[in-house]
T-cell receptor, first 111, second 110 residues
Framework: NAGVTQTPKFRVLKTGQSMTLLCAQD?????MYWYRQDPGMGLRLIHY???????AKGEVPDGYNVSRLKKQNFLLGLESAAPSQTSVYFC??????????FGSGTRLTVV | GEDVEQSLFLSVREGDSSVINCTYT??????LYWYKQEPGAGLQLLTY?????DMKQDQRLTVLLNKKDKHLSLRIADTQTGDSAIYFC??????????FGPGTRLSVLP
């Protein structure tokens, strides 16, 4: 049982490049989330999904897009990367009230 | 809006007890959580407490909830070097989203 798997684990992008981060969960969870973690700021919610085919904006959605075409996958896209998007990105999934299961994170550097 | 606050740093000596504190503003919080993040890893759920409980104990961990003051604490007994990590408090109102605090970095000194 893998839980939540994020790929890639590390990536360096040049300003203006695009990329997609993949999150996959095998727990049949309805809810999935993308967070970014920056020093001293805790976790900030980027986008989330309450089920297949649905997405919603979180606290810091600008510059990101997401898709949930399959229940087990939640993709986070950066269309034109900026240095301000240098961060560690965490995906999580949950069922109501059970707490999140987190992936191990993707460390993204935009130069 | 909802807010969760924690002090950012705590240092204790190995063998002592650690107490990590958290305050929150959302009175409709149903669940309150403690997560642990070790270096280079994701967040791991340590424990959680329902809002109608005052205390929960799980081995070396004790969670205390003062709902009137909206104050949550995590006590780690006999703190070990392996407990060094960042600890996040989070609250949820049985909805889809959690609100996290900024995290408390616990350093355990030999």
């Amino acid at each position: 049982n893998a839980g939540v798997t994020q790929t890639p684990k590390f990536r360096v992008l040049k300003t203006g490049q695009s990329m997609t981060l993949l999150c996959a969960q095998d727990m049949n969870h309805e809810y999935m989330y993308w967070y970014r973690q920056d020093p001293g700021m805790g976790l900030r919610l980027i986008h989330y999904s309450v089920g297949e085919g649905t997405t919603a904006k979180g606290e810091v959605p600008d510059g990101y897009n997401v898709s949930r075409l399959k229940k087990q996958n939640f993709l986070l896209g950066l269309e034109s990367a900026a240095p301000s998007q240098t961060s560690v990105y965490f995906c999580a999934s949950s069922d109501r009230g059970d707490g999140y299961t987190f992936g191990s994170g993707t460390r993204l550097t935009v130069v | 809006g909802e807010d969760v606050e924690q002090s950012l740093f705590l240092s204790v000596r190995e063998g002592d007890s650690s107490v990590i504190n958290c305050t929150y503003t959302d009175s409709s919080s149903t669940y309150l959580y403690w997560y642990k993040q070790e270096p280079g890893a994701g967040l791991q759920l340590l424990t959680y407490i329902f809002s109608n409980m005052d205390m929960k104990q799980d081995q070396r961990l004790t969670v205390l909830l003062n709902k009137k003051d909206k104050h949550l604490s995590l006590r780690i007994a006999d703190t070990q070097t392996g407990d060094s990590a960042i600890y996040f408090c989070a609250e949820n109102d049985y909805g889809q989203n959690f609100v996290f605090g900024p995290g408390t970095r616990l350093s355990v000194l030999p």
